[in-house]
């Protein structure tokens, strides 16, 4: 059974760090596209972050460009994002995301990711 399970999640002052986890089981990471997502109160899901199925490409959105960062660790069939200088728009439920088919990344990928966690969230307030 494919699944990913995201961890990490919190709640930090403006300015703090959070390192989001995300562990897949039933495959193998490496080798896949993989994305951060984020959903706020009241609007639509938004990618904050990939890395492309060659590790190739990234992709960042103005709004996270030079705080956030998204890793993985093949060993441990685990990503990560590691997220800096929180702002309180940062607020939100973080998924973490996959898809098996050959897949780069840029701001038009973000729709095909189809293999989901189940959320952590994320809340950046004084």
């Known amino acids: 059974q494919v699944q990913l399970v995201e961890s990490g999640g919190g709640s930090v002052q403006p300015g703090g760090s959070l390192r989001l986890s995300c562990v897949a089981s039933g495959f193998t990471l490496a080798g896949h596209a993989i994305a951060w997502f984020r959903q706020a109160p009241g609007k639509e899901r938004e990618g904050v972050s990939c890395?492309?199925?060659?590790?190739?490409?990234?992709y960042y959105p103005d709004s996270v460009k030079g705080r956030f960062t998204i890793s993985r660790d093949n060993a441990k069939n685990t990503m990560y994002l590691q997220m800096n200088s929180l702002e309180p728009e940062d607020t939100g439920v973080y998924y973490c995301?996959?898809?098996?088919?050959?897949?780069?990344?840029?701001?038009?990928?973000?729709?095909?990711?189809?293999?989901w966690g189940q959320g952590t969230q994320v809340s950046v307030s004084s």
């Open positions: 995301a996959t898809d098996l088919d050959p897949l780069g990344c840029s701001e038009y990928a973000f729709p095909l990711f189809d293999i």
């Open positions: 890395i492309g199925s060659s590790d190739r490409s990234t």
